[in-house]
T-cell receptor, first 111, second 114 residues
C-alpha cells in the first residue's frame, strides 16, 4: 500500500512568517510530487509541482524534494491570512498513472 | 472556473437507494477520475478512466460503479448507498500530454447517506 504522510496540524504561524509543510512518501520509485491548496468547502487547486531533487521556487512558494529521504516540503514565505487552508501533498505512482494524496495539513496564518 | 462541473452539489439520501453523481468537463481532457474525501483521510481514488473505452478500479472501488458516456462525461453510481459512503466526492480531469501531471478538480458533491 503506497502511502503519503503529513502532519494534520493545525499549523499556526503569524502573518509574515515562513510556514513549513512537510510530507513523506513510501514509494521510493516515485518521480513526481505535487502540492495542492484546498480552502474549506472548496476543491483542491495545484500550487506547485517538483520532479528533481532540490528546490523549486514560484513567488512566495518553494517546494523542496529529497528523494533519498523520501521527503518533500513546501515553504510559504511572508505568510498571509489568505494562505490559511489545507495543503495536500500528492505523489504520482512510479508504475502507474495515478496520484496518491496525503491527508493534508491545515495551516492557519494569524493576523 | 466551470471547466469541470459536478451535479448535484449536495445530496441527502437514504440507505439502500441508488445514487448517480455526474461529472462533465469542457477541457477536452481524456483522463477523468473520481475521488472521495473524508476528514483526516485525504483524497482516495475510486475509479479512473484514461479514455472512453478504458475504466479502471482505484483504491476503494467496492460499492461503486462508473460509466464513461463520452470523453466529456464520467458518472459515478452507488448501487445501494450505505452510511459510510457519506463523504465529499470530487471529479478530476487531466490531459494526456503537456502538463499531464496536473489534475483539475470539479467543485465537489457532498453526499449524505442516512
Amino acid at each position: 500500500q503506497k502511502e503519503v504522510e503529513q502532519n494534520s496540524g493545525p499549523l499556526s504561524v503569524p502573518e509574515g512568517a515562513i510556514a513549513s509543510l512537510n510530507c513523506t512518501y513510501s514509494d521510493r520509485g516515485s518521480q513526481s510530487f505535487f502540492w495542492y491548496r484546498q480552502y474549506s468547502g472548496k476543491s483542491p487547486e495545484l500550487i506547485m509541482f517538483i520532479y528533481s531533487n532540490g528546490d523549486k521556487e514560484d513567488g512566495r512558494f518553494t517546494a523542496q524534494l529529497n528523494k533519498a529521504s523520501q521527503y518533500v516540503s513546501l515553504l510559504i514565505r511572508d505568510s498571509q491570512p489568505s494562505d490559511s487552508a489545507t495543503y495536500l501533498c500528492a505523489v504520482k505512482e512510479n508504475y502507474g498513472q495515478n496520484f496518491v494524496f496525503g491527508p493534508g495539513t491545515r495551516l492557519s496564518v494569524l493576523p | 472556473d466551470a471547466d469541470v462541473t459536478q451535479t448535484p452539489r449536495n445530496r441527502i439520501t437514504k440507505t439502500g437507494k441508488r445514487i448517480m453523481l455526474e461529472c462533465s468537463q469542457t477541457k477536452g481532457h481524456d483522463r477523468m477520475y473520481w475521488y472521495r474525501q473524508d476528514p483526516g483521510l485525504g483524497l482516495r481514488l475510486i475509479y479512473y478512466s484514461f479514455d472512453v473505452k478504458d475504466i479502471n478500479k482505484g483504491e476503494i472501488s467496492d460499492g461503486y460503479s462508473v460509466s464513461r458516456q463520452a470523453q466529456a462525461k464520467f458518472s459515478l453510481s452507488l448501487e445501494s448507498a450505505i452510511p459510510n459512503q457519506t463523504a465529499l466526492y470530487f471529479c478530476a480531469t487531466s490531459p494526456t500530454s503537456g502538463r499531464a501531471d496536473t489534475q483539475y478538480f470539479g467543485p465537489g458533491t457532498r453526499l449524505t447517506v442516512l
